[in-house]
């Protein structure tokens, strides 16, 4: 791969480059009982990064497909593809869009994107770590990151919940998600 030192970094070379799919994981965490956590992914996606010159100018969209959600448990996964959830018939997309990258610190930067659930755009931050370029051992260009954030989920309509007899709900309104994955140069 060819790379270049930016800043301490040894970075992709400009271009564009499109999500690894094979090894990239599209994951959230949600609180669930207010006792325990429910973890889950989505199964397709796809998604490309256009590194700039500039690395600070450089810009990223993904698209998932909401009805592709997957927590392990057939009934759960089919009650937030409906509709008291992500409604993924009716809004088969989830999608982001870069609009700026407004720092770094070291191996971290910080970018600013339009987040769409369920037709409803709100503005999001994320937590971008470099995770380093390289060859892999069949000769293709990688470069790997972690991504992290924390929406509500209730900004976006997801707002159904289930009171419980002990206080407290069923869903928690916050969830993290976290994208571990690698990018590959477009052809």
């Known amino acids: 791969m060819t790379t270049r030192t930016w800043e301490d970094l ?4 400009p271009g564009t480059f499109n999500l690894d799919a094979a090894h990239t994981r599209i994951g959230f965490v949600v609180k669930h009982m207010m006792v325990s956590k ?7 996606f796809s998604g490309s990064v256009t590194v ?7 810009s990223a969209e993904l698209t998932i497909n909401a009805g592709s959600i997957s927590t392990g448990v057939a009934d759960r996964d089919g009650h937030l593809r409906g509709d008291d959830f992500l409604a993924a018939e009716k809004f088969p997309e989830i999608t982001f869009r870069s609009t700026r990258v407004v720092g770094h610190s070291g191996d971290e930067f910080t970018v600013v994107g339009d987040l769409t659930v369920r037709d409803v755009t709100k503005q999001v931050e994320l937590t971008v770590e470099y995770g380093g370029a390289g060859t892999n051992p069949w000769g293709q260009s ?4 972690s991504i992290t954030t924390e929406i509500d989920r209730e900004e ?6 289930q009171t419980l007899e002990t206080g407290g709900v069923l869903v928690g309104k916050k969830i993290k998600i976290e994208i571990e994955g690698e990018a590959n140069p477009a052809a």
């Open 52 to 58: 700039a010159e500039n690395p600070l100018e450089s």
């Open 142 to 145: 990688v470069w790997g990151f």
């Open 156 to 161: 976006f309509g997801l707002t159904w919940n």
């Open 10 to 13: 040894q970075l992709p070379a």
């Open 38 to 44: 429910v973890r889950g992914h989505f199964d397709q």
